[in-house]
């Protein structure tokens, strides 16, 4: 892949990732413009408009080889979903797909084979307004075949049977000026399919819902809406109270609004006199985490203006992260220099005092990263010595100390969330605009955008776990809760279900998120558990009875009997004595007693009874069967004979003629 951009700005793909797939450029300077004056502009097609599932397939009509390219125009917010996909013909239905464009958390991706690794460019491109995408596919570098004849693109999605969740799902959103090799695909190619298909850019009418609360006016944005609030009111949906903007505070009282997690705000009304009250209010929401803020990477100033009115002996901050590396809060004036920060996922303190060559280090041990909420002291032992050693605690304070009217940088190079911040028992405000009437007091360097209340990144919004699991939140990082037979980051492995060897009387074959039990004889049952009861169908004669076995069964025999059936009589009969064989059969004494072998044309146990050779009704064409000994005779009607009346004697005499009449013909021949 080559010079891949996006709005103008150059993506490099990884090297692991050039060796995998394929070389492509991307974004050009571009506008959905033609004509002489560029006065006409191509059509766009709203895909998925109100929610719908939209899709159109265009059959190739032209070969494109290895080397092609593919562009469009795009308007969306929806973070994922399929923008172009080519597959070619097979004996399925759905086909191969060999070549897929698509949407992942905002980003472009492109993918060929199914087993290849997707690049991406990192650049946000659902921002709702329009975007130009260029791709162009180098021959040297593409690991597919070619883009055929007859093959398919399907723009926008996918058939509503098929399954489009790899890519995604569905595209939301605006397409426009859609080009295979730099020819439009609805000028050239016939759209054999199209669902749901919207001419012209259009916005899901989102004021449809009356987002809007506290008489607020919606005006729709694309796909979108944003609310004009009453003066009292504010937020995305006017859902914030503003309550100073009232004035309610009298007799010269002050009024300030604390914004809340959870979208409350609540003011707090007091009078100079009022300090111990207001500061005790002002604790309380501190410690039960009011005031909260989210940072990533985006450090924020404060200034004491050299109110501190004592030497910074404590420092205490509440915080949550994944980091393992971070800059939590520096102080500096001068050559002085306070910090306190994350090492290898622990708190670690540095102090370095004018010119002195070595400077405090202080590091804790126990790991932070974990996104739960963590409570830092840092603090001089003995406050009342001039010289005190330091001392960490974790989920309890950080301490410090810091010069009077030092400048304070707080989150530099951190990504998480940050609650209370103490610098000397005085408090560092996320928001300015109040001035508390204590004396030493910080307030923020300039205007800095912070964004109050903690939030996680939206981790779970890609559905990232497969097969069926269940993505969970765990605070800028997901974790995945498997269905049963998936395991892994993502459940994307396949649990090999056989090695806890559930089959008892059997092998155990592994599938997909399950196994088959392959009984051994005599076993049946899901886990091969049942034994099976051979007695069900025995043949014990004499009365014997049977008594089941592993795959088998055994005769218990009357005492007068034996035999592996209780067929032989016991004690074993003897030739002459017990036993005397019929009609010329010879007997012979064995193991388990007398038994006769028959002369042809008689069987039975003592040879007693004749075979009938009549009984499979040897005489055809109506013929009468006698049977005899070791033989039958046939009685043929008029017109057949032979042994079993199959011969026509009528056919047989008409060639019989012609025989006599040609010998006397040649004999005269030879006498003249």
Not at 222 to 236: I, R, V
Not at 332 to 351: C, F, K, P, Q, W
Not at 485 to 493: D, F, H, L, M, S
Not at 631 to 638: G, N, Q, S, T
Request: glycine share 10%; net charge negative.
């Amino acid at each position: 892949m080559e010079d891949l951009m996006i709005d103008s700005k150059a993506f490099f793909p990884r090297a692991s990732q050039m060796t995998r797939v394929l070389s492509w450029a991307a974004v050009k300077l571009m506008v959905p413009y033609y004509g002489d004056s560029c006065s006409e502009e191509y059509p766009s097609w709203t895909y998925s408009h109100e929610s719908t599932l939209s899709f159109s397939a265009y059959e190739i009509g032209k070969r494109h080889g290895s080397s092609f390219n593919i562009s469009l125009f795009l308007r969306s917010l929806k973070p994922n979903g399929l923008l172009l996909q080519l597959r070619r013909p097979t004996k399925q239905n759905e086909g191969e797909v060999y070549f897929s464009v698509y949407l992942g958390m905002g980003r472009v991706f492109v993918s060929s084979l199914s087993d290849s690794t997707p690049l991406t460019a990192p650049i946000f491109v659902t921002t709702g307004e329009k975007q130009f995408l260029y791709i162009d596919v180098q021959q040297r570098q593409v690991i597919f075949e070619y883009a055929g004849l007859r093959d398919w693109a399907y723009v926008g999605g996918l058939p509503e049977n098929w399954n489009s969740d790899r890519w995604g799902g569905n595209y939301k959103g605006c397409l426009q000026d859609v080009r295979l090799g730099s020819v439009h695909l609805s000028d050239v190619y016939i759209s054999s399919t199209s669902k749901n298909i919207k001419e012209a850019c259009v916005s899901d009418d989102t004021c449809k819902i009356k987002p809007c609360h506290n008489g607020g006016k919606c005006t729709i944005s694309f796909n979108d809406f944003t609310c004009s609030c009453p003066e009292e009111y504010k937020g995305k949906t006017c859902e914030t109270r503003v309550w100073c903007v009232s004035g309610p505070c009298v007799n010269g009282g002050h009024c300030v609004t604390f914004l809340m997690d959870m979208n409350v705000s609540v003011s707090f009304f007091f009078k100079y006199q009022g300090i111990a009250i207001f500061t005790l209010v002002l604790l309380m929401l501190f410690l039960s985490g009011v005031y909260n803020a989210t940072f990533e990477n985006n450090a924020v100033q404060y200034s004491a203006g050299g109110s501190l009115a004592n030497p910074v002996s404590s420092i205490y901050l509440e915080f949550r992260t994944r980091s393992e590396n971070a800059v939590l809060l520096r102080a500096a004036r001068g050559g002085d220099m306070l910090m306190v920060g994350l090492l290898d996922s622990s708190v670690r303190l540095e102090i370095q005092i004018g010119n002195t060559v070595e400077a405090l280090i202080l590091s804790g041990v126990r790991r932070v990263d974990d996104g739960k909420w963590h409570r830092v002291n840092i603090s001089m032992a003995d406050e009342q010595r001039k010289v005190s050693p330091w001392v960490i605690t974790v989920d309890g304070i950080i301490d410090t100390a810091a010069p009077q009217n030092a400048t304070l940088a707080v989150a530099q190079s951190f990504t998480g969330c940050m609650g209370a911040v103490r610098v000397g028992g005085v408090y560092l405000p996320f928001v300015d605009d109040y001035r508390a009437p204590q004396p030493s007091q910080f307030h923020l360097v300039g205007k800095p955008k912070i964004h109050l209340g903690c939030t996680s990144a939206p981790v779970c919004d890609s559905d990232p776990c497969l097969n069926g699991g269940t993505c969970q939140d765990l605070f800028n990082k997901f974790g995945c809760v498997c269905d049963s037979g998936w395991e892994g980051e993502r459940c994307e492995v396949d649990t090999d279900d056989c090695v806890s060897q559930p089959c008892i009387h059997g092998s155990c074959k592994d599938y997909l998120a399950g196994f088959e039990c392959q009984c051994h004889p005599g076993y049946a049952g899901r886990l091969c558990d049942q034994d099976l009861d051979e007695c069900e169908r025995h043949a014990c004669q004499h009365g014997g009875t049977c008594q089941d076995g592993p795959n088998s069964y055994t005769c218990i025999c009357p005492h007068d009997y034996s035999g592996p059936l209780c067929q032989w009589s016991y004690p074993p009969e003897q030739c002459g004595r017990d036993v005397r064989c019929k009609n010329d059969g010879i007997c012979h004494d064995g193991l388990w007693g007398a038994n006769c072998t028959c002369m042809p044309g008689f069987t039975g146990l003592r040879c007693e009874m004749e075979i009938n050779e009549c009984e499979s009704n040897p005489c055809r064409n109506g013929g009468s069967c006698l049977d005899h000994i070791n033989m039958f005779v046939c009685e043929c009607p008029p017109g057949f004979n032979g042994p079993t009346c199959d011969t026509n004697k009528l056919a047989h005499k008409q060639g019989v003629p012609w025989l006599l009449v040609a010998i006397p013909c040649s004999a005269c021949v030879f006498l003249l």
